[in-house]
């Protein structure tokens, strides 16, 4: 049993560690920016709704489709001007207000990534944690599954899954938390193999604490760090998959207002409306560039090695 | 290997074949014309009526005395035929764009790790990071859009958009590789390589886009790590120009994981940049896989999950081939 005094040093270590983790963070301008780029836009996300009514992804005015009225950029002959309310992106085919359906489709978007990225690591990191700490058949049998998946042309694994089971939002998740577990299983792994040899974990034994205890409270407490980073870097990275999958036609509905949607619309168009490919594809890369710039901050103050 | 291509195999040929309601393997056979009567006739002789182990099993036999099946996609010719007249072109893109990669990426990796935390490094993080940020298929149109389209409204000499080869020139050089730029040199036709190589250039600058920002960041990390060494000390405070230092010294060593990155890149990109392949409409195995998806072409979905999976277990086996040699620390 440890003391509260014990607790609260430990408590303590650990503030402190967080803090020295922020100070460098803070260091680096390139990292401050792409936290305040990724705050700026689940912020977005969660008032979305409150800025723009929901409602208007269905209101449809054909009159108004392809409407470019914003008097700064000027795309020449190729831009049609409809008289009445400005758009400062223009409008879509469907008539509606880009600026605003881009807000919408933020929402869906980082959920979808937040919800991917949580559900796969949990599962990587249970199932890789469990294999390597227990070792022998069950961790062999872990690894030649994983080996399997890795194998895969993640794409087409996901591809498929779609075309089986329908084009809705739960089967496209499905589908993509299928191609993205592998890796966590790998990272977690190497962690726990190399803890789990440490003096501390034969102290823990010796002491008589239980394999669950050992595992879940101290093992991998100790070798998360790597995870976090993966797994900041993959919330863009599955916004790109889900919007690729969108690309590739499997989208729900066409007038599903998500990032990759509004892209993938744009692109029959893309010859007169150019702004409707733009924009959602830049704000594609802005968040996920603003997360993997976290991300990659994070790795560089959190690496052990580059840490002195 | 052999577990992972069983495994690779059992999977796709269980999406495929076991659930008929979405994926009919009958739709290739019949059309609304078809009599029941011939349908069952039909489902006899291709086994569709068996369970599906035992279905798994004559597929098998098949693939081993080479008899992968016809392709429904591609009006019914033997699927390795369409396979692997297709996967020259993929290795024409795949060799261009990790030239490219290396190329790019390299240098921005080095300057990154020798300039850590200066302007120089925070230019190259930028543009390593907003590559990988980059949907694939959005950055193909840009590039479409720009360098062709708005190039041919100013009169500016523009680049194709599509397809890897004018059609003016197709068969106009026997076809030995079936890659396009080495069928040219080979038979000396300047034209016809330079035609080539215009059509290469747009999807292969895309491809390298999104891949050399992760090369850029293993290059600088392992960098970072050498650098602190003290065999660079060593070598600093003999007196050696920070050049030699670099170069000589700490590039040899840092050099490794990126060898590893590359190879399993190059994999990658062998099993066909599919999106990229479908934006530039390029002939490759990429794209015809996604057409294939689109019309359920089970047999050929098969042969290129399988083939895709066994190049990448390749790579990973001579990566770490590559590895003993060099690293000489390394032994198995």
Partial sequence: ?308 | MVFVLLGVSIIVFTLSRGFPSAINPLGQYITPKTRPEDIEQIKKIHGFDQPLPIQYFYWLRDVFRGDWGYSFWAQGLPTNEVFFSRFPYTVELAIASVILTVVIGLPLGIISAIRNNKIPDHISRIIALTGYSTPAYWFGFILQLVFFYYFFLWGLPHLPSSLALSQAFEGTVPQVTGIPVLDGLLAGNLGYTMDALAHLILPAVSLAFISLGYLARIIRASMLEVLRQDYITMARSKGLKERVVIYRHALKNALIPAVTLTGLFFAGLLGGAMITEYVFAWPGVGRASLLAINQQDTNFIMLYTLVTAAIIVMANLVVDVAYVFLDPRIKY
């Fill in chain 1, 1 to 308: 049993m440890t003391s509260k005094r014990v607790r609260t040093s430990e408590l303590q270590a650990t503030i402190a560690d967080l803090k020295f983790t922020l100070y460098m963070l803070s260091k680096n301008p390139l990292v401050v920016i792409g936290s305040a780029i990724s705050i700026f836009f689940v912020v977005l996300a969660l008032v979305a709704n409150l800025i723009v009514d929901p409602a208007v992804a269905n209101q449809f005015d054909f009159q108004r489709s392809y409407a470019w009225n914003n008097p700064v950029i000027n795309w020449g002959p190729l831009a049609k001007t409809v008289g009445g309310t400005t758009h400062p992106l223009g409008t879509d085919g469907y008539g509606r207000d880009l600026l605003q359906m881009m807000i919408l489709s933020l929402p869906l978007d980082l959920r979808m990534a937040f919800v991917i990225v949580t559900a796969s690591a949990t599962f990587g990191i249970v199932i890789g944690a469990i294999a390597a700490y227990a070792g022998g058949i069950l961790d062999e049998a872990v690894l030649r599954i994983t080996d399997i998946f890795f194998a895969f042309p993640g794409l087409v694994l996901a591809l498929v899954f779609a075309a089986l089971f329908g084009k809705t939002i739960d089967t496209l998740t499905i589908a993509v938390l299928l191609v993205w577990w592998p890796p966590y299983v790998r990272l977690i792994r190497g962690q726990v193999l190399a803890e789990k040899e440490k003096a501390y974990v034969e102290a823990l034994r010796a002491m008589g604490a239980g394999h669950l205890r050992i595992l879940f409270r101290h093992i991998l407490v100790n070798s998360i760090y790597p995870l976090l980073v993966q797994a900041t870097l993959d919330i863009g990275g599955v916004i790109l998959t889900f919007s690729a999958l969108m690309f590739l036609g499997f989208s729900p509905t066409p007038a599903l207002p998500e990032l990759g949607n509004l892209a993938s619309e744009g692109i029959t168009h893309v010859f007169d409306a150019p702004w409707l490919i733009l924009f959602p594809g830049l704000t594609i890369i802005l968040i996920s560039l603003a997360f993997n710039l976290v991300g990659d901050g994070l790795r560089d103050v959190l690496d052990p090695r580059l840490r002195r």
